[in-house]
């Protein structure tokens, strides 16, 4: 499990990495005759500085790039010195730097980016020089490097020692939200970093789902499988006092985070025997995984691996049941994942990706049956030119308590 007792420092961006980052960026911008990119995001910020303090960073296409600071800026000096910082005090400030440079035509991450930034920029430099490279920088991060590994390794090890757990806390009568609160406990107290980064609208995520029985098949706002009916409608999702009984699935799916990097996991527990049919369906949802990871060693088109899982699908008529209800079924069976849940690549039937080398994926093919639950299997994996590596140890079989 991660080591607690290390020193704050050692947790810093290694100079290298940072380098590394800036240099690929700085390629694609020249690519594409984008003169520079204006970050935002705090997690781009974080990814291109080591700082995730607020304010904005803009990388030249070929100069030294800049993080303009609001708070904290003796914070900020600490943490980024592999990139000039200056403290922030005005808007205007970063706009008389642009008009200073070469810079007319300005990439952002639309979005993600603020409106009303968005809208003041237009209006200083021009809408038509204003172009969206979200998905550029999405891809970029997409890669990992040893050391961004290491610490996603770390948060795996989190997750198979709470997976391990997890049988001494289940018996009749705990509730989903109870035991969500020693599943919390646990993590934080092991080094988990509490707040999960997600892409867009929502940008954050606090628990996993932890759910009992059909809770699993109650519908909300969360693109998953499994949503659950929360505490009260301001937080429509996630775990509810509703109480364990025997021969109920248990759905636990929660993610770890380690100096921001995360890994993704789903297990099912049951205590008492689990109906045979929920069983068989499982099993069918393991072996799509196993099936997806075979393939992957020699094909990494996710046109072409979405098709083929759709196909297993189809030929055990699980249709109406594959990743939720009929009505509302995510179109997605894997993403990306590290410094937000939601990454690229996305393993969907709308995206024509590939799947580059040094991608972490966690990959879930599930099923939701109403009026019983969920069941399933998520991973999450390591894939390179030397295969498909996963990352946790917990065992992916239905655990009997």
């Not at 440079?101 to 021009?126: F, N, Q, Y």
């Not at 628990?207 to 937080?235: E, V």
Request: glycine letters at 8%; hydrophobic letters at 40%.
């Amino acid at each position: 499990m991660a080591n607690l007792y290390r020193n704050y420092e050692e947790y810093l961006t290694p100079e290298t990495e940072i380098q590394n980052r800036i240099r690929c960026a700085q390629k694609n911008l020249q690519d594409q005759n984008i003169d520079a990119a204006w970050l935002t995001n705090r997690v781009s910020i974080l990814y291109f500085t080591g700082s995730a303090q607020t304010g904005s960073v803009i990388i030249p296409k070929d100069d030294e790039p800049v993080f303009f600071v609001k708070k904290y800026y003796p914070r900020a000096l600490e943490e980024s010195k592999r990139v000039l910082v200056k403290n922030l005090k005005s808007f205007s400030e970063i706009i008389r730097f642009i008009q200073k440079k070469p810079i007319h035509r300005l990439g952002l991450e639309l979005d993600v980016m603020p409106a009303l930034t968005a809208m003041r920029l237009a209006k200083e430099v021009g809408l038509t020089n204003l172009f969206d490279i979200s998905a550029d920088l999405r891809m970029q991060r997409a890669v990992k490097s040893e050391w961004e590994l290491g610490f996603i390794k770390e948060a795996a090890k989190i997750l198979d020692s709470t997976f391990e757990m997890i049988p001494e806390w289940l018996y009749p009568g705990i509730t989903e939200i109870e035991l969500a609160n020693k599943i919390d406990h646990f993590i934080k107290h092991n080094g988990h970093q509490g707040s999960l980064p997600m892409r867009g609208e929502r940008s954050a995520a606090q628990w996993g789902a932890i759910l009992f029985g059909d809770s699993a098949a109650i519908r909300g706002p969360f693109d998953g499988p499994a949503n659950g009916k929360g505490l009260y409608p301001a937080f429509p999702a996630g775990p509810s006092c509703r109480p364990l009984r025997r021969e109920m699935p248990v759905y636990i799916d929660f993610v770890v985070g380690i100096n921001g990097y995360m890994a993704d996991a789903t297990r099912i527990f049951c205590v008492g025997r689990i109906p045979e049919r929920l069983q068989e369906i499982h099993d069918s949802c393991c072996e799509i995984q196993n099936h997806l990871i075979r393939e992957m060693e020699s094909c990494r088109s996710v046109e072409s691996l979405y098709g083929g899982v759709q196909n297993m699908v189809r030929n055990w008529n699980l249709e109406d049941l594959f990743m939720g209800r009929p009505d509302d079924q995510p179109s997605f069976i894997g993403h990306g994942i590290g410094l937000e849940i939601n990454e690229f690549p996305i393993i969907s039937n709308r995206v024509t990706q590939i799947i580059p080398d040094q991608t972490v994926l966690a990959i879930e093919p599930k099923c939701i049956l109403p009026g019983f639950g969920a069941v399933g299997i998520e991973n999450t994996w390591y894939i390179s030119d030397k295969g498909c590596e996963k990352l946790l140890k917990t065992p992916d079989h239905i655990k009997i308590v």
